[in-house]
C-alpha cells in the first residue's frame, strides 16, 4: 500500500508518477516486496525540488542547499593528499583512528573547556548523517517513538522512518523574539513509547538555540524516564555570537544515555568528505563498533588524517567563514528582513533564514513559482515538520554577489 502523502505529492508535481497512477498499472514496489520502512517513507519535496531547478538550467540561483560557498581549505586537503601519498589507503579501525579519536577528545578540551570527554568515547563516522543512522540502529526497535523537535532537518526525520520507528513532532513556536521551545509541549509528547528525545541546536532550518535552564531540564526528564537524548550539535560552532553554541555535554553526566553527534561537513567546509562523530557513554564503544563493522567497516583512513589537521588548525578558517556568512546574514536582514511582507526572525546562528511571506500558505506552489518566475530555488518549509507548512528556508552561505543576485529576484518577485 502507497504513503497517500507521497501519492499525493507525485500526483502534483511528477507526470510520470502520475501517469503511472493513473494507468492503473501497479507500481513497483507494488509489485516487487521491497523494504516496507522504505516505502512508507514520507517525501522529501525539497529534494524534488532541488532536481526541478537543476533541470531548468543554470541561471537558476540555487540557495536550496545546506552547505557553504568555499571550497575546503588548502591545509586540509593537502593533509589528505600527503595521507594518501603515504599509503594510508587501506581498511582503517571501525570506530576511527586512534589519533583522531584523541584529536576530537582535545578539540572538546580546548574549545569547549570538557576534560571528561576520553578518546574512548568517540566515535567517528562517515558523517553526521551516518552518526545518526548509527546511533538509530543501536537505539531504536520496530514502532518506537522518537520525539523529534520540530522544524527539523529532513533527513533525521526519514532516518527515524527508515529504522521502522515513528516519529513525533513538537513544534517551536514563531514569535516576536524568534523561535521557542514549549517545555511541556515537549515532555507531554512522551509517552512509553518513546525511546528517544532528538534535538538539533542550533538548528536547521530555524537558527534556534536550546538553553541551559532546558537542556538540564531534558536530561533529569530522561534520566527519570530511562530515555535517550540524541543531540544534533553540527553546527554548534557556526554561531554569530561566542564560540559555540551550548552542548548536551555541557550539563551531562559520563554514563548518561546521550549520544551527541557532530560533523566535519559544515564547520569545516568538508560536506563532500563524509567525515562525522559522536559523542556518547563508554558502554556504547562496542555496540557502535559492531554496527559500524556491519554497516561500513571504517571510515576512509585519508580523510581522518584531514580531520585531525582540521580540528588542530582550522579555527581562523572558522571564523572567516562566519565573518564572511554575517555579512551575507546582513544583507539579508536588511533586505527581505525588512520587506513588508516577509516575517523574518534573525538567525543567531547556522546559516539559514527561515521566513513566511504574506499570503503564501503553500510552500511547495510558492517555492515551484519562485523557480520559475524569480529563478532562484529555496527549500519548502513542509520538508522540516509540520509546524512549517507556510515556511521556506533560504541558505545565506553564499558570496556577497550571489546573495544580492538573488535578493534582488526576489524583491521582484515579491
Ligand atoms: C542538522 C544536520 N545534521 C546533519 C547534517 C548532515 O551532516 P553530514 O554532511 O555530516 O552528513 C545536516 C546537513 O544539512 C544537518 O543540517
Redesign the pocket.
Known sequence: MLNPVLVRDYDRYDPMQREKYESGKPLFEEQYPLNKALCGMSPNMAAELMNYAREKGPDVISLAQ??GCMPTPDFIVDAAAKALKEGKTFYGRPLGLPELREEISDYYKRIYGFSNISPERVFVTT??????NLTLRAVLNKDDEVVAITP??K??LGAVELSDAHVRQVGLTDGPDGWSLDMDKLFAACNEKTKAILV?SP???TGWMISAEQIQEILAFARERGIWVIS?E??GRLVYEGTRALSFLDYAQDDDLLMV?N????TWA??GW???WIVGPAFMDDKIRHISIYNNLCVAPFTQYAGIVALREGEEFIQNQLNLWRKTRDLLMETLGQHPRVHLSKPES?FYAFFKVDGEPDCIDFCYRLIDEAGVSLAPGITFGDCSKSYIRMSFACSRAKMEKALDRLVKAL
Open positions: 545546506g552547505e558523517s553526521g548523517s551516518n552518526a545518526m527539523i532537518w533527513n533525521l538539533v538548528s536547521n532550518p544534533d553540527v553546527y553527534i560533523s566535519f561537513s559544515k568538508m560536506t563524509r567525515l562525522g547556522s
